[in-house]
């Protein structure tokens, strides 16, 4: 049976005390080694779920449970953007334990070993379980390239929208409307290029789109051009006229700690439109993107892999 609590983030601040250093991907990194003045509520709650005794020291099996928070050498994390109901979960490995932390509307859920049959059951109601995939399409661009790529799918989705609803309109866009879209700020998941901002550090991608980025798509046939307008074609354009409508974003992120304490992360984005339309998206260490449609099926056993693997990366 697993050990089971419910801590609020003021019991984390509180028990993150009894620790002198902890690992720096540690959810007991909340103020370490500081004094925290919490509300005696807290410490109730902590002695009732039997983490402290009555004299306020930790007790041995809770101190179990901590111990791989505190030592954690890697982590995964699994959140669903978007989701009508939260979905953030967690696991901490060390050595041969892991130890899963759920985030709540106001507690933290952690149990030891995680309750993973339980988390899979409901990450495949997001999910699925087909191995059906309606376009087939895979490239690997460079982060300008990327950019004016995604900005140009999300113009056509708009477009394509708006022929559905009976608006005559045009598919094919100038430069400048690729590169004011490729440079605005998307809010929301419905924009596929609020992923790359998500994936990748702004830095790396300034403020302007060089031409080069549509010199790119050209050359890699994704898009052909006629007089003044860039159309998107082939897989690419099957691409923008099947993902209309994004549902949620699956956000995939991984921590290892290199000793002493560098922390080395990556992480992935996952966009959900509909059982059969899933984008996957990830930033390389060469400053690219790769971006593969995927199944349902194949994103479940990536989800389950996260919750039950340590991860191990390079610098």
Avoid at 61 to 88: P, T, W
Avoid at 151 to 166: E, F, M, P, S
Avoid at 277 to 296: H, P, V, W
Wanted: glycine content about 8%; proline content about 5%.
């Amino acid at each position: 049976m697993p050990t089971k609590y419910s801590i609020s983030p003021g019991g984390f601040r509180w028990l993150s005390q009894a620790f002198d250093q902890v690992s720096p991907i540690s959810p007991l990194a909340v103020r370490e080694g500081e004094a925290q003045e919490v509300d005696e509520s807290v410490i109730d709650e902590l002695k009732a779920q039997g983490i402290i005794s009555a004299d306020g020291t930790i007790t041995g099996e809770a101190a179990a449970v901590l111990n791989v928070l505190k030592e954690a050498r890697s982590y995964s994390r699994i959140r669903i953007l978007g989701a009508m109901s939260q979905v953030d979960k967690v696991t901490y490995f060390h050595n041969n334990l892991a130890c899963s932390v759920d985030s709540g509307p106001s507690t933290f859920d952690i149990a030891m070993p995680p309750s993973t049959a339980d988390a899979l059951y409901a990450l495949e109601e997001f999910t699925g379980s087909s191995r059906l995939v309606n376009v087939e399409f895979a490239a690997k661009l460079s982060l300008m390239g990327a950019r004016a790529f995604l900005a140009l799918v999300d113009l056509t989705r708009v477009r394509a929208l708006k022929i559905l609803a009976g608006e005559p309109n045009e598919l094919g866009c100038t430069k400048g409307e690729i590169m004011a879209r490729a440079v605005s700020q998307p809010q929301g998941y419905m924009a596929l290029a609020r992923n790359l901002q998500d994936l990748v550090e702004p830095s790396l991608l300034g403020a302007e789109l060089p031409v080069a980025a549509l010199d790119e798509l050209l050359g890699k046939r994704m898009v052909r051009r006629e007089g003044e307008l860039f159309f998107l074609q082939g897989e690419s354009l099957e691409l923008a006229t099947n993902f209309l409508l994004p549902e949620y974003v699956f956000s995939v992120s991984y921590g290892h700690v290199n000793p002493p304490r560098e922390v080395v992360h990556a992480e992935c984005n996952v966009v959900f439109c509909g059982m059969h339309n899933l984008l996957y998206m990830e930033a390389t260490g060469n400053d690219e993107l790769n971006l593969e449609t995927m199944s349902g099926s194949a994103l479940f056993g990536m989800l389950q892999r996260a919750l039950a693997e340590a991860p191990v990366l390079s610098s």
